[in-house]
């Protein structure tokens, strides 16, 4: 096992590479440039010219790419080129918030789609599986813009249960509690649309599994229907659930974007929206190479996970 | 029916000489290990013989009834039909042949489209291989459905309105659609009930009578093993470890392996229930990893030093086992 | 008591489907004494797995026990809650099925899953339940049963799975096991072995068997008392050696003389019953067999006949069979 994890990691390194060199392209293909961007359209040309120089955007594009390349073996990101900070301290800010909002979003959604989608199951073509059908296709279409108001509208601004948006009380002490009390709503959004989806699958999944045979021996046995159900039938069903789950992380990573403009989340998604209006060229490589090795990351965590559960499989 | 005396004097419809099919298995990322599923058999089919093919799951008889009507490649040796060496021909020229050689399968249901009525499933491969069409084709069907005896009425029916052996019947009428000379047949009533077995047996000896076919007979059963065959190779790990004519292997087995077979079989006669037997010990063995010398040595009660190293191979005239210590 | 294990009477199953309600097992009536084993034959849709099932009451949500009794030592099963039929499965009465390799649950350990058993129906808890599952395996003829009992089921064949299964059922030492089909997915040669470790195991215990099978091969090997079930109907009980002396329904004759003779009458043609198991959506009028009689009169055609003694403990349910009899009853008495 360890080697596989050791062998995926090797091959992790040239995708890695591939992905930025394609996002370096297209990165330039986009018309515009950070200079264009940022300065008074009435600056002379040759303070332009300077600036452009200094940034490094008069060399060949292969040579701006072997640099930030070299920077980026030697642990260096480069600076921004709107704020001049370092893009390293950059993401170092923002990641922790995304990441709280991500897995708050994919652990919720998880907790209530999962009995949910076994009660479906269970009760298959009863009224309560249909209500639950309908509920998970509202989840799924919904869209979170829609969602997102709705509820700052109702919880915020009616009923003044939860703030509007932003991840500390302005002013307040801040703290674990603050920060998940401004959790609630951009999470619930995100875990909408999850618990939609995930609600059919499990359904489908536990559906699937309750047609085994080896239920029925357990039955035989003497084991009681809730044990029949939620240990020999689920640690099944869950299986083709863990597949899906890595695979769910790169996604609430794309759809935290949109959360966190509605809510003011100080993520990743504002920082990524900035730099792609003032192209601003070294934020945006290190955010995609973040984002790359995150979806990378996922996937060889999938496979442990699935290892780990199905005694069948195994990586060699 | 009486056993066929032309074995001697004409070229066999169907010879094999050392034929081999292996499969990879993978084993760690680097080191690839190949399972023997068929490993060196050599065996002539002669014109309206039947050949059963026995063994216990894994055997490989599936396997050498595939590669015999090259649904598989070979992955050594020579396979001959008509005393030509169709071994190594391409797809394309092996279609002249395909109509000659036909397969009947296990499961009917599974290996007819559920979505064709019978009189397309069956004309289908008429049109596939460019002969009769519009009225021609449709007094083929007409008489392929007469051949395994279904109602003609059912031309315009879909599988699954009927019951499993006339499923089967419908399998064989497409397999005999091309008017083929052999066909091999892959334990065509493992799946029916035991009623219904004893029909689709009784016609697949007619047909076989009617059309001078020549059969392959693959069973899992090995009473209708008996019934059908005219000759019965015994299969073990990939290797053929007797071969003769039915009555005599059956009768008189010279290798140990047929003989706790043979015994193994529950017999339906209650008086018989306290007879002396041996009971064939264990499971066959990975083929992955054959074990060395006679591959049956680790499960044979008669195994002597020798068996232990050396691999026998299938002598004797007419009545031949692979064996250094044959029975009788 | 009764002196028997198993007593059935009547019992009739039903189904709701889309189509309305059907009966898989009508009128089922039979029993097994202590150490008896009974075979149950019929083909497919003779409802012979539906009725083993029965008698453990896991007919699922869409099924159950219309009418009849189940008796297990004089005790009605069917009056007894869910919870008490809880206690009864895997103690009292264990069961094991056809195709061991999807029998056991493939994400647990095969120790595991004896255990789980052991737990439920004894006091042996963590070392002496471990010890005591070990010992099973050991006792239905597992190598290296320690080793065995951490591993899952992919690793086992499917002979040692069907060991396993055989483990587990007779962990608690039940007074009846239902063996549905246990050795039709294994090879020949792995059937002779688990059938000769049931009849071990049986001897041993003083457990009645109920083994259904389709094979009458199997039910010569193994039975002492036969029912014949047909389209959801036992048409003929007897003892295994007077049924295979002189089968008295035409059915039963007719799978008879359908087998590939093992004798030498190898040549000629086999004789083969016609047509197919009706559906249970379509079951004939009159007696169910009817259709495929070679023996049919009119009576057959409109009134279905009763399960009635024939000879001494036999019954036969068949106009035919049982007219002969009071003919020869008739002459005896004349």
Known sequence: ?316 | MTVITESNASRPLLQLEGVKKYYPSRKGLFAKGRIQAVDGVTLDVHAGETVGLVGESGCGKSTLGRTIIRLEHSDAGRILYDGEEITAYSVRRMRPLRTQMQMIFQDPYSSLNPRQRVEDILAEPLIAHGLPRGEDARRSVGKLLDLVQLPRSSRSRYPHEFSGGQRQRIGIARALALKPRLIVCDEPVSALDVSVQAQILNLLKDLQDELKLTYVFIGHGLGAVRYISTRVAVMYLGKIVELGETNRVFDAPRHPYTSLLLQAIPVADPRRRLRERLVLQGEAPNPENPPPGCRFHPRCPFARERCFSEAPSLTGNGHAAACHYPLG | MSGYTLEVENLTVAFRTELGEVRPVEGLTFAVKPGETLCIVGESGSGKTVAALSLLRLLGKNGGIRAGSVRLNGEELTRKSETEMRSIRGRDIAMIFQEPMVSLNPVFTIGHQLTEAIRLHTDRRGKAAKAHAVEMLRRVGIPRPEAVYGEYPHTLSGGMRQRAMIAMAVACEPRLLIADEPTTALDVTVQAQILELMKRLAAGSGTSIVLITHDLGVVAEMADQVAVMYAGQIVETADVYSLFENPLHPYTRGLMRSLPAFGSEREGRLSAIPGAVPPLSRLPRGCRFHPRCPMAESICESEEPELQPAEVSRRVRCWAASGEIRRFAGRQGG
Not at chain 1, 194 to 199: C, D, F, M, W
Not at chain 1, 240 to 266: C, H, M, N, R
């Open chain 1, 1 to 316: 096992m360890l080697s596989y994890i050791a062998r995926r990691l090797l091959i992790s390194l040239p995708v890695l590479l591939g992905i930025t060199v394609i996002n370096f392209i297209l990165m330039k293909l986009a018309p515009g440039n950070p200079v264009d961007m940022l300065i008074d359209p009435n600056t002379p040309p040759e303070l332009l010219q300077a600036k452009k120089a200094m940034l490094g955007l008069n060399s060949p594009p292969a040579v701006q790419y072997g640099k930030w390349l070299l920077g980026l073996l030697h642990g260096h990101l480069g600076y921004s080129f709107s704020s001049y900070a370092p893009v390293a301290d950059l993401i170092a800010q923002r990641i922790g918030p995304t990441l709280l909002l991500a897995f708050a979003s994919l652990f919720g959604g998880m907790l209530i789609a999962l009995p949910l989608g076994i009660a479906g199951a269970v009760r298959r073509n009863t009224a309560l599986d249909h209500a639950l059908t309908g509920l998970s296709f509202v989840g799924i279409s919904l869209p979170p813009f829609f969602l997102g108001l709705g509820l700052i509208y109702w919880f915020s601004l009616k009923t003044k249960l939860l703030p509007t948006g932003g991840m500390h009380t302005l002013g307040g002490e801040g703290g674990l509690g603050d920060a998940l009390y401004h959790l609630v709503l951009p999470a619930s959004v995100l875990a909408a649309a999850i618990v939609g989806k995930k609600i059919r699958y499990i359904r489908a999944s536990m559906l699937d599994v309750l047609e085994k045979e080896y239920l029925r021996t357990a039955r035989a046995k003497g084991v009681r229907e809730s044990l029949v159900i939620g240990k020999h039938a689920l640690r099944n069903a869950l299986l083709p659930i863990l597949t899906v789950f890595g695979a769910e992380i790169p996604v609430l990573l794309g759809g935290s974007i949109l959360v966190e403009q509605i809510f003011q989340w100080p993520g990743i998604g504002q920082l990524a929206l900035q730099s792609i209006l003032s192209r601003d060229y070294p934020t945006l490589m290190a955010l995609n190479l973040v984002a790359a090795i995150v979806v990378l990351a996922s996937n060889l965590l999938t496979d442990a996970l699935y290892t780990m559960a199905d005694p069948r499989i195994q990586y060699r």
